[in-house]
């Protein structure tokens, strides 16, 4: 059975910072495309960061620069460090393994509010 748990969520200050985790069981971690993703209210789930299983990595527009992805394949868990927050990168933040099938986290609450 496969787990994808992600955690790290919260409430931040516009400028502040937070380290999402992605927990994964029951894959191969270390062959799968990892990403996460971000919907918020009334919007379309769009892809913020994904990296290879090679360590390659790929960023939305609106995140480069200021949030990185990085996996330890032998925790079989990837993170999000997200710094300079702006109030828009409020949403619920996904992770998605993903090879020949892909697998969703349930999701964790980033809000940046003053």
């Known amino acids: 059975q496969v787990h994808v748990v992600e955690s790290g969520g919260g409430l931040v200050q516009p400028g502040g910072s937070l380290r999402l985790s992605c927990a994964t069981s029951?894959?191969?971690?270390?062959?799968?495309?990892m990403g996460w993703y971000r919907q918020a209210p009334g919007k379309q789930r769009d892809m913020v960061a994904d990296?290879?299983?090679?360590?390659?990595?790929n960023y939305a527009d609106s995140v480069k620069g200021r949030f990185t992805i990085s996996r330890d394949n032998a925790k079989n868990t990837v993170y999000l460090q997200m710094d300079s927050l702006k109030p828009e990168d409020t949403a619920v933040y996904y992770c998605?393994?993903?090879?020949?099938?892909?697998?969703w986290g349930q999701g964790t609450q980033v809000t940046v509010s003053s």
């Open positions: 029951g894959i191969i971690f270390s062959i799968y495309t």
């Open positions: 998605h393994a993903e090879r020949r099938m892909a697998y």
């Open positions: 990296i290879t299983s090679g360590g390659s990595t």
